[in-house]
């Protein structure tokens, strides 16, 4: 070999150091031969069988794919909003009459109708993306009425850009909604031009 | 005894070292190093405030991220790692670089494509792919670069005078192949005109093979050049023994071999095969002890310095870098264990991750070389050990603040994201209210960057006077070195196989390849030619022309640097967005959108979510219909007109790429996306939008965004996710 052992001046610590020292030598760079630190022999042994055991759990021992698992996670979600929808699904009015008459009924139809609806309706109602819903003029409705309000902001209208609420609000807050609109309409603030039909009722 | 000695004095072969280049990468470092981590406090201002992005297409967040990520890795760590890879391999291999002349063609290559980065990512020149975000003419520059670099550093090997390669030296040569691969095959594309192209790969064999490249660009940019520096700087800085050289072997190639198949865990639950994210997941597990393998020889060479660590500087920022490396690999495989990732994913979290690596490993580890380096290259002493203390306290700190920001930010974005009450209902149904709450987050974030920032202010500050009061004079002339030639160190045929290996660079570059090349073979090649890989669906239809416009103005924008374009296979994302992403849905997005990041909600299934004047008042001021967005205004997409005539050559590409167009809507493309605009301005005009505004960008734009996840219809059957 030949070693140039006098370029290196590494600093060694003591007699097991000088014999683990090899007769390597790269531009006064020295090398020990240390063993590798048990520690991370099995963390290195260890996830070369996790991945082993872990490809073929997922991909040959029939473990739930992904897809499988959101199924099954969506079905238990699915069915409670079955139930959700249930007891929000029909409209009765002395329930609602009994909402109305508590105390913080109208505070809640403000705030339910500023968080929601004024980002397309404005604040006041009077319309931008969605209609102004202050006029005479509805678009998806033929008749308006506490009832037919409630069912239409329930589902929505996706053609026109009307979300669906009924996954999104408590039966409260659809109640709150309906309030709001219902002493808007046919105040015929100035505000978007109408759209769709004039309802008489 | 006597006359042996004298023959081989005469065998002494004199040489020197091209110092001047590896001075040329250094102050390279310094400049674009400071650019790029500008750049980085700049974008973190603007998701901290939306008015840091000044109303105007060259500063929003869109386009100036990318250049921030591009400066960051190529332009400050690239040079970082030339002069660090100039500096030690002559001196390693006992030998000048081969060629001046194609240094100096590296250097200057390298530069200018710097500067065509820096002034064409501002201008939306963009493939939109991660880090390789370059346009087709300046990707082809970059490959030449490298490949002159290449054939200068392997013709260097070839004239050594060290019969063995140092581990150092592996991790440079495989930096220098697998960088190679993974640039050329990512970037492969058609080109439509001299700024713009469409992926030769589409939606998810699109997002598949950046995913392979973005995660090995960390791997083979970041992480194994880095390492050879560790290898080099270290050792010498501490005049200590590498720790383990069986070490050094075994942590060298089960790194290597593991990292290049790990790219898939940045997919996981996304609309890939389900079998490659088990086997990137799989991978980036056992990638933890071959990273911690490096870690351990670069900590363990420290032993019986630690008193020094104290004092000195360079070693503190070798000490750190190397501390930070083994906690990013640790956090790296924790965030592919898929319950982690599922609400690490798109949240803020993984940026915090990537920079305990990029300013924790790289900054760190390049503060510590420069400091190094610069006095050695200009023989003289470094200026003021405090002002690098400093630098490095500042660093710390700022850093620390970063990580820690960002872990409570993604995290808690994570978690509002899923959260569902017991009646089905998303608790935080406004995403924006998910955003406002990690505002805070956001600034404490950018005051860290500032720190960092600072500090390699004064690293410029430091090196700056130790070069100016370097003595002229003992810089007039290289220096001298002598050594026997090659043929008189024989191959080691004692030390067992590797050793012998380290002596037959060749082999050692050939096996290198082949084993960055099996993984990636296994996890590409099925998804690029099979027909099976993706399950068709004959409901899906190519892009109508002006929607085409309207995503290659998406694209420009840079759209997906905060909104993803797929719905991960989760109850919350249902409810939130809509139906779950499937692969079919993507065979003609060229290049895919899927994006890394929810900075914003989701885009998969905006498609008629909204009406399209709700789209135009968004994008002219997001405030006015989302209050508390932090989405910068877009006012000159209703200033820049369409080219519509483009569009034929457009399609015409996209169809020889395979999508079915006829032949009708290729030549009427122009007509047929007039057409559209008009029904688009059809209910525009009905809400107050003058005439005039036809022809705008923005109707392209709407187009594109009420088509997006809609070919599908809008109910989602579940039993259809099978």
């Given at each position: 070999m030949n070693h140039q052992k006098t370029d290196a001046d590494n600093i060694i610590l003591n007699k097991t150091e000088e014999e683990l020292l090899l007769d390597h030598n790269y531009d006064g760079i020295e090398e020990f031969d240390y063993p590798l630190p048990s520690w991370w022999s099995v963390t290195f042994i260890g996830g070369v069988v996790f991945a082993i055991f872990y490809i073929y759990f997922y991909n040959f021992a029939g473990a739930p794919s992904l897809k499988e698992e959101y199924i099954q996670e969506m079905s238990k979600v699915n069915a409670i909003l079955e139930e959700q929808r249930k007891l929000t699904g029909n409209f009765d009015i002395e329930e609602y009459n009994a909402w109305a008459a508590s105390t913080d009924a109208d505070e809640m139809a403000n705030t339910v109708f500023q968080d929601n609806c004024a980002s397309c309706h404005l604040e006041g109602g009077t319309g931008d993306i969605g209609p102004n819903l202050t006029d005479s003029y509805w678009l998806n409705l033929k008749e308006v009425s506490h009832g037919t309000l409630y069912g239409f902001i329930r589902v929505g209208n996706e053609d026109n850009g009307m979300p669906a609420w009924q996954d999104l609000l408590t039966k409260e807050e659809l109640f709150a909604a309906v309030t709001f609109l219902m002493k808007l309409k046919n105040t015929n603030q100035p505000g978007k031009e109408p759209q769709g039909e004039k309802v008489l009722k | 005894?006597?006359?042996?000695?004298?023959?081989?004095?005469?065998?002494?072969?004199?040489?020197?070292?091209?110092?001047?280049?590896?001075?040329?990468?250094?102050?390279?470092?310094?400049?674009?190093?400071?650019?790029?981590?500008?750049?980085?406090?700049?974008?973190?201002?603007?998701?901290?405030?939306?008015?840091?992005?000044?109303?105007?297409?060259?500063?929003?967040?869109?386009?100036?991220?990318?250049?921030?990520?591009?400066?960051?890795?190529?332009?400050?760590v690239g040079n970082a790692i030339f002069a660090g890879i100039y500096y030690s391999t002559p001196r390693l291999l006992k030998t000048r670089m081969a060629s001046d002349l194609m240094g100096r063609i590296h250097f200057w290559g390298w530069q200018l494509i710097i500067v065509a980065a820096a002034i064409s990512l501002p201008l939306g020149y963009t493939t939109s792919k991660e880090y390789a975000e370059l346009e087709w003419p300046i990707d082809i520059a970059v490959a030449l670069v490298w490949v002159t670099f290449g054939v200068n550093f392997f013709l260097t090997l070839k004239q050594r005078r060290e019969r063995h390669i140092y581990v150092a030296i592996w991790f440079y040569i495989a930096t220098i192949i697998t960088v190679a691969v993974l640039y050329v095959v990512n970037n492969l594309e058609v080109p439509v005109s001299w700024m713009k192209s469409y992926s030769l790969f589409a939606g998810v064999q699109d997002a598949l093979v950046q995913w392979w490249y973005g995660h090995n660009a960390v791997a083979f940019f970041l992480t194994t050049p880095f390492l050879g520096l560790m290898y080099y700087f270290i050792q010498k800085a501490v005049n200590r023994p590498v720790y383990s050289y069986r070490l050094s072997i075994i942590h060298f190639w089960s790194l290597i071999f593991v990292y290049i198949w790990a790219g898939p865990h940045h997919l996981l639950y996304s609309a890939l095969p389900e079998w490659v994210q088990t086997v990137g997941m799989a991978f980036s597990i056992a990638l933890w002890a071959p990273s911690w393998g490096g870690m351990i020889n670069g900590l363990l060479t420290l032993r019986g310095a630690w008193d020094r660590v104290r004092k000195e500087p360079i070693l503190k920022f070798f000490a750190t870098a190397v501390t930070f490396?083994?906690?990013?690999?640790?956090?790296?495989?924790?965030?592919?264990?898929?319950?982690?990732?599922?609400?690490?994913?798109?949240?803020?979290?993984?940026?915090?991750?990537?920079?305990?690596?990029?300013?924790g490993w790289n900054y760190m580890m390049t503060a510590g070389v420069l400091y190094y380096m610069v006095p050695k290259l200009w023989k003289t002493e470094l200026w003021s050990q405090r002002l690098a203390n400093i630098q490095f306290w500042s660093a710390t700190i700022g850093l620390l603040l970063y990580i820690m920001s960002m872990w409570t930010a993604g995290i808690t974005k994570g978690l509002m994201w899923r959260a569902v009450d017991e009646t089905g209902k998303l608790v935080y149904p406004d995403f924006v209210e998910t955003v406002i709450k990690i505002i805070p987050m956001y600034w404490v974030r950018a005051f860290g960057g500032v720190l960092v920032l600072f500090g390699f202010i004064l690293l410029i500050i430091n090196l700056y006077k130790t070069i100016k009061l370097a003595p002229k004079e003992e810089n007039q002339e290289e220096e001298k070195f002598k050594a026997l030639p090659l043929s008189a160190s024989p191959l080691d045929t004692h030390g067992g196989p590797h050793r012998k290996l380290e002596g037959l660079t060749l082999l050692f570059s050939v096996l290198s390849f082949v084993a960055i090349i099996i993984g990636s073979m296994i996890e590409l090649l099925p998804a690029l030619l099979s027909n099976n890989f993706i399950a068709k669906d004959a409901r899906v239809k190519p892009y109508r022309p002006l929607e085409v416009a309207g995503r290659d103005i998406f694209v420009r924008e840079g759209c997906y640097t905060c909104h993803s374009q797929l719905v991960r296979p989760m109850a919350a994302e249902k409810l939130r967005y809509g139906r779950v992403s499937t692969a079919a849905e993507y065979v003609y997005d060229r290049p895919f959108q899927w994006g890394s990041r929810r900075i914003g909600p989701d885009l998969m299934r905006v498609g008629g979510k909204y009406n399209h004047m709700w789209h135009y008042r968004h994008m002219l001021n997001p405030r006015e219909v989302t209050p508390g967005s932090i989405m910068p205004n877009y006012p000159w997409l209703f200033k820049n007109k369409v080219k519509f005539e483009a569009l034929t050559k457009k399609l015409n590409v996209l169809a020889a790429l395979g999508a079915p167009y006829s032949k009708e809507e290729i030549d009427n493309a122009p007509m047929l996306a007039k057409e559209h605009a008009q029904k688009i301005m059809n209910e525009l005009e009905a809400g107050g939008v003058k005439k005039k505004m036809i022809d705008k960008e923005i109707v392209a734009l709407i187009a594109y965004l009420q088509r997006l996840g809609t070919d599908l219809g809008g109910d989602d059957e579940i039993s259809s996710v099978e």
């Open positions: - | 005894m006597s006359a042996v000695v004298e023959s081989r004095e005469s065998q002494f072969e004199t040489f020197s070292y091209d110092d001047k280049l590896t001075k040329m990468f250094a102050i390279a470092t310094m400049v674009w190093g400071v650019v790029a981590l500008f750049l980085g406090v700049w974008v973190a201002f603007e998701l901290a405030t939306y008015k840091m992005n000044l109303d105007s297409p060259y500063f929003t967040f869109g386009r100036l991220r990318p250049l921030h990520t591009n400066a960051a890795i190529f332009a400050f490396y083994g906690m990013a690999t640790f956090e790296g495989p924790l965030l592919s264990i898929k319950s982690v990732n599922a609400i690490g994913h798109f949240t803020d979290w993984i940026v915090g991750h990537v920079h305990a690596g990029t300013i």
